[in-house]
Each structure stands twice: as C-alpha cells, then as structure tokens.
C-alpha cells in the first residue's frame, strides 16, 4: 500500500492514516452536512470533493445538454437518471486528482447508481469506506431551508447554527451569499421523499458490505469531523 505520511489534526485531534485514504463514501439524507464535512475531510487529506450535485449545478449554470435535462428535475426535488448521472461521475473519477482517493458526497443515490459504483471500484487497490451521518427530520428542515452558500468560494453557513459574521456576507471573500433555489420546505419534502424511497436502500446495501460506520451529525462541525475521521482510521486498519 502506498504509505500517506501527512499528520494533520481535526479540531487538535492528530490524526495519521497509514495508507492513503482512498475512496470514501458520505452518506445521508438531504441538509445532515455531507457538503460540510466533505469540505473538512478535503482539508486534510487533501483529495477531493466528489458531489454530484455541485457537478449537476455547475451544468446547469453552462447550459450543457445535461444540465438543461437536470435543470427541471433537480427543481423538483427528483433524482435525475442514473445513467446520465453515472457518465457525469465516470468522467469525474478519470481527472489524476483521485489517485489517492476522493470523498463522494450524493452519490451514489440508488441502488442501480451503488451497483454501478462496486463494478467501478472492483479493479480498485483500496475498498470503499462509507460513513453515514445521522441527523433528525425537524434539524435537517431546519438546516435546509437556513443553508446559504458562498457563489464564489462554495463555504456553507446556515443562518441558525453557522452563521456568517455579517449577515448575508462569506467571512472569506465577502461575496453575498445566495439560497439554493431547492432549499425550500416545499422541496425538501420532495427530496426526503426520493431519499426514503430510493436512497435509504443504498445505505442498507453498503451497511450489509460492512466497512460501514454511522456517526451522530447533530453536534459541532470539528466533532462530527472527528468522528467521521475516527470512523475511517477504524475500517482501513
Ligand atoms: P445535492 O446537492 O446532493 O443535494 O443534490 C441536489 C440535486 O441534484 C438532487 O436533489 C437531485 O435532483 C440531483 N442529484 C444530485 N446527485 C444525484 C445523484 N447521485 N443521482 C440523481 N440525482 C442527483
């Protein structure tokens, strides 16, 4: 195994990998803080973020074919189709970057997205390890509909829990943040519809594979942080 010798810590917590970290699944419904905790995990580790939902979004904004098919669907709170989804993830786990792993984060959403990615990672050195973060409904409303995001630097605040030093502005690049267009009640319902019905069997498929670990996502980031950490040093050993 290819030996990782960075010794980063979480919130003062060392923490030594002995291998590369590999590729690293979060998972969870919809606000628990995947996004969040990618971020940190990118930190330190130092590989990247892999969210289908940043990739579908960045689409969107170009007007690609794929984003202008995603555009309808995502603003409904649905799945957009496994296929197209796949080849957007099949061109992204190409780039040189996730040689040493990658964290993905909203993929994969179905069962038939899971099947996909176990045929994609067979040939692969290290397993996946997949981490889900538990949060409850109300705190994941709460959560939705209080995200803002930074358009220029992608940091995450929420007006309840994490809010920015001055309201409506990014602590790093003073960009006025914005509200995803889906982060509404409305849509939330529909998209904790679609995670029951299609998503929650993906966490049970990757809980049967075992390398599966669920952390407590209703604490501070840095503890959550830590946790998911703890859990990942835990199942390479
Ligand atoms: P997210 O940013 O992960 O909450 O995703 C936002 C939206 O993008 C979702 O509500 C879906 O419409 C779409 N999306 C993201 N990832 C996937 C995926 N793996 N499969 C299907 N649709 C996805």
């Not at 590729?23 to 995990?41: D, M, N, R, S, W």
């Amino acid at each position: 195994m290819i030996s990782y010798s960075a010794v980063s810590t979480v919130k003062g917590r060392a923490t030594d990998l002995k291998t590369v970290p590999g590729p690293i699944l979060l998972l969870g419904a919809p606000g628990v803080g995947k996004g969040t905790q990618a971020k940190e995990l990118v930190k330190l580790w130092g590989i990247p973020q892999i969210s289908t939902g940043d990739l579908l979004r960045a689409n969107v904004a170009q007007g690609t074919p794929l984003g202008c098919t995603a555009k309808e669907i995502m603003a409904r709170g649905e799945l957009v189709p496994d296929s197209l989804v796949e080849e957007m993830a099949e061109h992204r786990l190409q780039q040189p970057d996730t040689a040493n792993g990658y964290i993905l984060d909203g993929f994969p959403r179905t069962l038939g997205q899971a099947e996909w990615l176990d045929g994609r990672l067979a040939s692969e050195a290290l397993p996946l390890v997949a981490v889900s973060i538990q949060v409850d409904y109300n705190q994941l409303l709460r959560r939705i509909t209080g995200r803002r995001n930074c358009p220029a630097c992608q940091a995450i605040y929420n007006v309840y829990v994490n809010p920015p030093k001055q309201d409506g502005f990014c602590d790093v690049d003073g960009a006025a943040l914005v509200q995803r267009t889906d982060d509404t009640e409305e849509v939330f319902r529909e998209r904790m519809r679609a995670y029951e019905a299609l998503t929650a069997p993906v966490v049970e498929h990757y809980r049967a594979q075992g390398r599966f670990a669920e952390v407590n996502g209703d604490r501070p980031i840095g503890e959550i942080a830590a946790g998911i950490v703890a859990a990942v040093e835990q199942l390479r050993r």
